[in-house]
Each structure stands twice: as C-alpha cells, then as structure tokens.
C-alpha cells in the first residue's frame, strides 16, 4: 500500500479543501539539497563518537512544563546545571517539555558555545494547543472537519514556537478501537478514514508552509505502530496482530501523515507479534524507510529503549541501545543508553560507525530543517511568548473548535435548547471549575485562563440570577450530603443541566479503565435528580467512549462535551441555550456495555449474524444485549431533523474504469437552520478477504435550512472499493457492494452496486 495522495484525501472525504494547502514541506527541503546538507557533512566529519551519541540523547527539561513532571516520571533527568553542562559538552541534543524561552536560552547559549557548537532542539507535547487550549485531539475529530484540526494546530505551532518550542510530539495518529484504552483522547478515533485525514491535517497544521518558518514547528507522527491495540484496552500491552490488519487499518494515518510531509516518527512502546516496536527492524527500516522511502528522524518513546529490558528482549542497556539503534530508532528519549553505549557499540564493531552517521545526519538534518542551523535563537526572540501567546483570533478560535466539537446524543421533545427564562440547577462535578473540562494533555495550558460551565452558563442565560449551582457528587467519591443538596436544587428549578462524567486524568497515558461507564456515585446522583421529575439535560464530560447506562440514558437529552479546552464553558453553555448549534458526530462508537470493547464499527461480520430484531440462539451476539452501539459512529443530532431519502445509485454499475455518482435526499423538517455530516459506507458483499460489515469510504457536511432539501452527491470510483488483500497490497476486486448514505454507521437501508471486471486490455491498480 502507498501513501494516500493529497488527490486522494480531497477526491474521497468531499470536505477536505484545507488539504490543499498541505506541503511535504521536509521531503521538499532534503530534496532541494540533493539530500545532503553540505554544513551537517562537514559536522559529522568534525564530531567525536561520543559528541555523536550526544546528538541521539534527547531529555526531559529539568525545568518543565506546569504538568510536564506529573505527566513524565522523572527517569534519569538530570537537574539544570547538569543539563547545561551537558549541552556545553555536546552531549545532550535537546530536551522536551520545557518551559520559557529564558531557560531555553541559557542551554542554547551552552549548545553554541559547545566545541562544535551544534544547537540544541527543544521538543513539546503540544497535543491540544499551547497556551489556548484547543479541544482534545477525540473531540476535534468529532467535527468531522479535518480542516478545522488543521487551523487549531497552526496556532497550537504559532504559540509553540513563540516559546522557543522547534519539534512537538504531535499528532498521535493510533486508531483505537477499545475504548479502555485511555490514550483514545489523543487521536481521531476508530475509523481510518478519519485517522489519515486528521493525521495529514494536523501535520500540516503545525509545520505551515515551511519548517524555517519562526512560526513552524516540525511534527512528530506517534506512536509507531499500533499502540492502540493494546490487549484488553491495556496501555503499554501487547498486540498481536496480522501483517494484513496493520496495513489496513494501523498504519494508513501514518502513511498520511507522512505523506503531508511529518518530520520524524516516534515508535510505540508495545511489541508487535513478539517483536517490541522500539527493535522491530521490519517496522521501523523495511516499511518505513525501504517501503515509505521515509527520510526524516525516528525518536525513541520515553526511555522505551531501556523498556526492551523489562520486555524480555534485551539483556542489559548496552544489548537494548544495540538493538533499539541497529533496528532504526535515531533518537533515544530520555534513558541515556546512547551516550552510555554508543560509542564502545561502534569501538567495538558491533554497530557500525556508517549507522551512526545516519542517525546523527537525520538529527542535524532535521535541525537544519527547523532553522537551527542559521540562527540557533530563531524561535528564542525575548517578548515573542507574550505578543504571540492567547491572541483573541486564537481564543475565538478555541470557541469555535469547541462548539464544532460537541455532539447531541438525544434530545427528546426537543428539549434542548433551552428557553430562556427559565430557573436552571446545573448540577454535576463538572458544574464548576475548569480544571477537567479543559482535557488532560495540556502541558502549558492553565485552568485559571479557561472558562467553566457555571460562569459560561451565567454568562449565556438572560437573567443569570436564574441560575443555582450544585456539585451533588465528586467525580469518583460520593459527596457527604451532595445528593441531598442537588435533589432540593433540582426541585427549586425548572430545567436542570447535569454536568457528569470522566475527570481528565481518568483519560490519557496510563488511564486504562475496565468499566467504561460515568463513574457509580455520579450514576446515583442522576438516579435522584432525574426521579424529580424535572427535564434533565447531560452534559458529558469524556476522554473516551462511554457506556451509558439506563440512569443516564433516562435523562431525555445528552450532550457530549468531550474535553473541550479554554472556551469549554462557553461553547456548552452557548449550545445549551441555542445561541450555537451542535453539530459534531462521534468518532468512536458509544457501545451498549463495557464488555463490548474493543467496540469499532467496523468489525467483521461473522458466520452467524444476529438479524435485526429480537436477539436468537446460536447467534454472534451477547446472552443480554446484540453487539450493536448505543449510539453509533458518526451518530450526532442536531436542532433541525434530518430525513434520509433512499440512496440513488442510478443502475448501481460502476465501470473498472468509472465513476460513479450515488446520492441521497436529505430533508430538514426542523424549524432551525442545520449542519448534516452525510456519510457512505461500503461493504463488499464477497471478497478475497473477508470486509468489514460497514466502512466508511466518504463523507460530506452540508447546511440545510429549515424545510428545504438537498440532493448530497458523492462520486465514487473502483479505488473507494479497494481493500488491503491477503498479500498486505492494495487490492480491488470486481463484484457486489453494499452501499449505504447515512447519518451514522449503523443506520439507513442498503442499496447495491456493481463493480464490474475491467475489460481485458486494463491493468489492475
Ligand atoms: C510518553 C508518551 O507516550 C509520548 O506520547 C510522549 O510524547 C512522551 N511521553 C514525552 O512526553
């Protein structure tokens, strides 16, 4: 399988027109020097072996970001008199998560007045935004805009760079189908289509048009490869994967992203199949370089060489550097194995002194390409941070990214928005403070500056003495007379907004849970209020799929507010009231019960299908519940009601050489102006390989005004039908295809079209 062209991304998602602008702005600049830069040979020819190994050890900074130590164990950092002389010294090639450009600009003024004087690079998790905080990386995805991603991680890069940052660790392209698995936030979710245009999207984002730029920050794409598949939604766990699997749906967002033009790759922390992906050869040199043709730095994750150990891979440090090197890993994050063993590996012939110029040539290549080469202090400028950092395009442009990023589960008798003049009980954990809604991997980021639901909502309500406010339950604990308190609040109102769900640090690294349901003293909590009798309207706060369960599910309207960063207040509040429409759909699959995970729509279908309908004996379905979603990927209402037509496909024969035009009538009978995500899935009813029950193969938004209909167009061609065949190559087969245009994964009724073989003269793609 080849990268995706850019022709590609716009021809199958219909809504990627910021795509355009995307440039493979680091292959392009290697390309224009003939691939080597005249002054990094000269300082490779320069450098001792040691010197080398110094320009492949990458640390935490000893002076972190606000959340960098919590969210990084310390390791082996040293304190910041060491890092400085070891930047003196040319033994350390840059460190990460740092915070000023003050303290940047002492260890690069020890970089440049090193022997060498090679500058440093200054790394960052700059997962949703800097100093505004965007919606967590889940959320965005929930747009459905890719273009929107794109926008949020230019300015992300724009404040990034400001402060001195050269090189994020973003984006984490992982699709993750379990949702257990806590690192889910950080990506687009289940779906490849969506994983490779947001991938792309956001590499272009935070690179803009050149990676000189003072504004530009080169990406990283993470975590390479697989990392979301981890067994029983566990992180850091073990996959056992086909090769065919992993062509198809892990490693398509990052051949996007790559093909965007990404600047270097991380590799995972997980084996693959018995092989650790840090020393996984196969991945991380025959695909990525050989296959993809790959040219930038691959960069260890967080002392995941020294992990090689503890895996049972390795025998001691010396055999984990030798083996995380030799199998592609440049840069090693944060253990200190290269500076350790390098040089004796080479010395001593068991690595060759030709890898680690290679290695040491991808840094310095790398460090060109951001700039560093011309001027050590490009992204140091004294007073940057502060002109450049939380301007008010930027703030209003995390509002905007947080109203695109809500999405409406239910909303029985039309409850929401709500009216105004009405006495309002907003209830919940999340109710006040924005310290979880503002999402969890924010290293810069500062509650203070964000906004919360309490003061959003006060702020959107025309008498904001209409409101009370009530915590009822902690997150995790219940609260001693919290029920108590939210029943009377409840009882004195006339609408209550329930603020529940997942704090932030129950999503992220490490945040694997079992039960994948708002916590129990929260479910209690809704039990009471919603036996008030009063409307209850949820807003819920997550990192992840949920279960919902029949406690929540009573309430008559749900909202999904996700993790939504500096403007999270105001854009609930704002949809609350109606002044901004929801318009998001969800990028993961709500299932029914936890036990469903790994839940993804796009499963196979087996032997045994449960039809619709009442659930059947000897069938692929569970003894209580079918193995359905709740609410389904791609699922999002809005305030207008959309009804679907029946998909027109013409005389459903697509030609092998062909296009295609299906369609479908989707008809606003709402009284308000609405935002539709019309989406096609496909299934090949015989093939090869066996084909998901339902895929995603192209999606189109569109606003339709109340009472009025559109014909949604999408043109297809044989490549839309293509799958990756049992040799791990793009295949496509001639024959019948199930076809759906519809507002989520498992809705809508089928029609059918035909692939026809190509006549006897055309080649197969
Ligand atoms: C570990 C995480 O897996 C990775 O995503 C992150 O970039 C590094 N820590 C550095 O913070």
Aim: aromatic letters at 6%; proline letters at 6%; one cysteine or more.
């Amino acid at each position: 399988m080849t990268g995706i062209s850019r022709r590609e991304l716009l021809g199958t998602a219909m809504v990627t027109s910021a795509l355009v602008n995307a440039r493979p702005v680091f292959g392009m600049a290697l390309a224009a020097a003939g691939g080597r830069d005249p002054r990094v040979e000269a300082l490779i020819a320069a450098m001792t072996p040691r010197e080398k190994a110094g320009q492949l050890t990458l640390m935490a900074s000893a002076i972190g970001g606000r959340a960098a130590t919590a969210l990084n164990p310390p390791g082996t950092a040293a304190g910041a008199a060491a890092q400085i002389a070891a930047a003196r010294a040319g033994e350390l090639t840059g460190v990460f998560n740092g915070e000023g450009s003050g303290w940047h600009r002492r260890l690069q003024d020890a970089a440049v007045n090193s022997r060498l004087g090679i500058p440093m690079i200054f790394a960052a998790d700059v997962i949703h935004g800097f100093r505004t905080i965007f919606p967590v990386p889940l959320a965005e995805a929930a747009s459905f805009d890719p273009g929107l991603a794109q926008r949020t991680a230019r300015v992300a890069a724009i404040e990034a760079a400001a402060a001195g940052i050269d090189w994020t660790f973003a984006p984490m392209v992982d699709i993750a189908r379990d949702s257990r698995w806590g690192r889910g936030v950080e990506g687009a979710g289940e779906d490849v289509l969506l994983g490779r245009l947001f991938a792309a999207a956001r590499v272009a984002g935070f690179q803009g048009r050149s990676l000189t730029d003072p504004d530009a920050v080169a990406a990283c794409a993470k975590h390479f490869a697989a990392y979301g598949a981890g067994e029983a939604g566990l992180d850091y766990n073990s996959v056992d994967m086909s090769e065919r699997t992993l062509r198809e749906i892990y490693f398509p967002p990052f051949e996007s992203a790559l093909g965007a033009g990404a600047a270097s790759v991380m590799a995972a922390f997980n084996e693959i199949s018995g092989i650790p992906a840090t020393a996984n050869h196969w991945l991380l040199s025959d695909v990525l370089r050989g296959e993809w043709g790959f040219r930038g730095l691959v960069v260890s994750d967080y002392t995941a060489d020294e992990e090689l150990i503890a895996h049972g891979f390795a025998r001691d440090g010396r055999d984990a550097a030798r083996l995380a090197f030799l199998a592609g890993v440049d840069m090693s994050m944060q253990s200190g194995l290269y500076l350790a063993h390098l040089p004796e590996l080479v010395a001593s012939g068991a690595v060759p002194v030709a890898r680690l110029d290679e290695a040491v040539r991808r840094v310095l290549t790398l460090k060109a390409a951001v700039g560093l080469l011309d001027d050590p202090f490009r992204r140091l400028g004294a007073g940057r941070e502060r002109r450049l950092v939380r301007r008010p395009a930027h703030l209003a442009l995390a509002l905007e990214a947080a109203r695109r990023a809500i999405v409406l589960l239910k909303n029985d008798g039309n409850l929401l928005p709500l009216a105004q003049g009405q006495r309002v009980a907003l209830i919940g954990p999340f109710a006040a403070g924005a310290h979880d809604l503002i999402g969890p991997w924010n290293v810069y980021g500062d509650d203070g500056e964000a906004v919360d639901l309490a003061t959003g909502l006060r702020a959107a309500l025309r008498d904001p003495a209409l409101l009370t406010v009530a915590a009822g339950s902690g997150v995790e604990a219940a609260l001693p007379g919290g029920i108590g308190a939210a029943v009377a609040a409840a009882r004195a109102a006339d609408v209550v907004v329930l603020a529940i769900g997942e704090a932030a640090n129950m999503s992220g690294e490490a945040q694997s849970r079992t039960d994948v349901t708002v916590p129990a003293p929260q479910r209690d909590l809704v039990r009471a209020v919603v036996a008030t009798g009063k409307p209850v309207v949820i807003v819920l706060t997550t990192g992840r799929a949920l279960a919902l369960d029949d406690a929540v599910l009573a309430a008559p309207a749900i909202l999904v507010s996700w993790f939504l960063g500096s403007a999270a207040g105001t854009a609930i509040a704002e949809t609350l009231v109606g002044h901004s429409a929801p318009s998001g759909r969800l990028p993961v699959s709500f299932p029914i019960e936890s036990g469903q995970e790994p839940y993804h729509y796009d499963h196979k279908p087996t032997g045994r299908p449960q039809p619709p309908g009442a659930l059947q004996p000897y069938k692929a379905r569970y003894r209580t519940v079918p193995n359905l979603a709740r609410f389904a990927f791609g699922h999002g209402l809005t305030y207008g009601q959309m009804v679907y037509g029946d998909p027109d496909v013409g005389g459903g024969e697509l030609g092998w050489n062909h296009t295609i035009d299906v369609s479908v009538l989707v008809t606003n009978t709402g009284k308000t102006d609405a935002s539709e995500v019309v989406q096609v899935y496909v299934h090949a009813r015989s093939a090869s390989v066996t084909q998901p029950v339902r895929r995603l193969i192209a999606f189109r938004r569109c606003r339709i005004a109340p009472g009025t209909s559109e014909t949604v167009h999408f043109v297809l061609d044989r490549k839309d039908l293509g799958f990756t065949g049992i040799d791990g190559r793009a295949t496509v087969e001639p024959g019948r295809f199930d076809i759906w245009i519809a507002p989520s994964a498992e809705a809508g009724q089928p029609a059918q079209i035909e692939l026809q073989p190509p006549i006897a003269s055309a080649s197969a793609p």
